[in-house]
């Protein structure tokens, strides 16, 4: 296999060529080994309230056994919908421990991509900031939803504290919207319930589905990702071994300022930093830059992970870099490109090199980084990491290209998802020979380093989330006063891409104020086109298809 993988001679000293994917027979397994290790040791921190692993062992246990005790089997899918909170490691590895699929939710999703993921995936279960309830309750009856259970952001951070924080989001900003939903408990309700019970045993073998990550995947229609047991363990462990040469096991502090629902934090944060006795700062609102800042104050921050959008935003602020930065070792940036100035500005900032990974949902995520001792090539995604084969092929015919052709990146390795949930279809024509195709257009140097040229032809990147245009032109094309659109990717110094939208009118009223109003209800904010430009016609091919090609050129 070393013959496949010429990169090997470039890994950095101490990172291995292979993991073993079947470590642990189940996630389950790694996080009790997990909190026996580190039981003492500060597990989860969110503003200025923290957790053990004891505590959170204990909680997510108690959690666990609550959801059995309301009729919830294992194999049954549970939503977690809600912003960086320590109820959210709770809720995860509760969920996980009784057996049930845990679908992550964006808490940011209109009540109409609420209703696709739910009803797509059949979740029975929710746990939902008290903030996206009244979006719940406007589709709940469309869904098999029928356990509810609520919090708010204040209730885990204690009695005096807790107060005080809600009735400022409750009352001062005003971020809760009225809702009606029946029969809901609340999260410490469940925590003190679960008490009475305990976790009905269940087989938890390596290729049991636990999350369903949704994703666009390389059509744009959200799908369900199948991620097994073997998949996370495996991904867990190819990047503990890529950081573990540059940490000491039970004396980390880690930042996530992402989102534990999105599949970078959730597996580099959530998982692979917590298994080595990390303890994590979480950051519920990154767009307040405050809240990042001061965690630099209170914390001696070791090691960070970010998308570009967000160093960016750091380096340009007067009080961010006036921090210490003298512990942090290792920053990762993912979810979309690292720019070349970004870079360079955040080492001379913080004195620390800011390494980009790439991967994919559907590999759990992570399929390669740049080497973290600085070695890496600025520029390109890195070398493959630990386990994993990534090759070039031809765009049209599926063979592989030698060394310096450009073609389609493919990824095979233990972090391959099991496929898309009800799509076989799609299954096939994404994961073929056990080679995930990933439709991302790039090129391999003789080290191994690989630079990505082109990405999926029509995908939007905005801020490290995945954006599809035929999304927003069939949510589009629903207004009554729109004879056709398209949706394209322009450049944005904030936020890497912002969605550009075309739209030939069917009543000339129409009025681009109008139309953004219509954009707000119906997708999520960073979906929400920042442009919009009528015209009389769109360029089309000789069969009628819209050639978003031409209008990326115009």
């Not at 408990?185 to 003190?192: K, Q, W």
Request: aromatic share 8%; net charge neutral; with cysteine.
């Amino acid at each position: 296999m070393n013959e496949e993988r010429p990169w090997l001679k470039h890994y950095p000293k101490g990172v291995p060529a292979n993991i073993d994917p079947d470590a642990y027979p189940n996630l389950v397994a790694m996080l009790e080994e997990t909190f026996e290790k580190y039981r003492k040791l500060p597990a989860f921190a969110c503003m200025g309230k923290s957790l053990t692993f004891d505590q959170i062992d204990k909680m997510s246990r108690q959690f666990g056994a609550y959801l059995h005790s309301r009729g919830l089997e294992p194999g049954d899918r549970i939503a977690l919908m809600m912003p960086n909170m320590l109820q959210y490691p709770i809720a995860l590895f509760g969920a996980l421990r009784a057996g049930l699929v845990v679908v992550n939710t964006n808490p940011l999703y209109t009540p109409r991509e609420m209703e696709h993921q739910f009803t797509d995936s059949g979740v029975k279960a929710i746990v939902i900031a008290e903030n996206f309830a009244a979006n719940l309750e406007k589709i709940i009856g469309h869904t098999e939803i029928k356990t509810v259970i609520l919090t708010s952001i204040g209730e885990m951070l204690g009695a005096i504290k807790g107060t005080v924080v809600n009735f400022v989001v409750r009352k001062i900003k005003k971020m809760v919207p009225k809702f009606n939903i029946a029969n809901t408990v609340n999260f410490s309700e469940a925590l003190s319930q679960g008490k009475k019970f305990v976790i009905k045993e269940f087989h938890n073998d390596p290729d049991r589905v636990i999350i369903h990550q949704y994703t666009g995947g390389t059509t744009g229609v959200a799908k369900g990702a199948m991620l097994t047991n073997r998949n996370l363990v495996a991904n867990m462990q190819q990047i503990r071994a890529w950081m573990m040469p540059y940490l000491k096991e039970k004396e980390e502090i880690a930042l996530s300022p992402l989102p534990m629902y999105h599949i970078f934090a959730f597996t580099v944060n959530a998982l692979a930093l917590m298994s080595i006795g990390t303890m994590t700062v979480l950051i519920t609102n990154p767009r307040d830059l405050s809240t990042v800042v001061g965690a630099f104050k209170d914390y001696k921050i070791t090691l960070m992970t970010g998308i570009n959008t967000l160093f960016n935003a750091l380096v340009h602020n007067a009080d961010f870099a006036k921090q210490d930065f003298s512990s942090l070792k290792i920053t990762v940036g993912g979810g979309m490109a690292v720019q070349r100035p970004v870079a360079e500005k955040w080492q001379q900032v913080t004195g620390c090199v800011l390494s980009e990974g790439y991967g994919m949902t559907e590999s759990s995520p992570v399929a390669s980084i740049n080497p973290l001792d600085g070695t890496g090539r600025m520029g390109t995604i890195g070398l493959p990491v630990s386990s994993t084969l990534i090759r070039i092929v031809d765009i049209d015919t599926g063979s592989p290209l030698p060394i310096g052709g450009t073609g389609e990146i493919q990824i095979k390795g233990p972090q391959v998802m099991k496929g898309y949930f009800n799509r076989p279809d799609e299954t096939a024509k994404t994961v073929k020979d056990g080679w995930l195709c990933t439709g991302d257009i790039g090129v391999m140097s003789e080290e191994g380093f690989i630079q990505i040229v082109d990405r999926k032809k029509d995908m939007i990147l905005v801020s490290g989330f995945n954006v599809y245009p035929n999304e927003i032109e069939e949510v589009v094309a629903a207004h009554p006063k729109v004879l056709e659109a398209a949706a394209i990717g322009i450049p944005s110094d904030k936020s890497g891409e912002v969605v550009k939208l075309f739209v030939v009118k069917k009543d000339k009223s129409l009025k681009e104020k109008e139309l953004i109003e219509y954009c707000r209800e119906n997708l999520t904010g960073y979906k929400v086109p920042k442009e919009i430009e009528f015209r009389t016609e769109l360029p089309k091919t000789n069969v009628g298809k819209i050639l978003r090609r031409e209008l990326r050129e115009s």
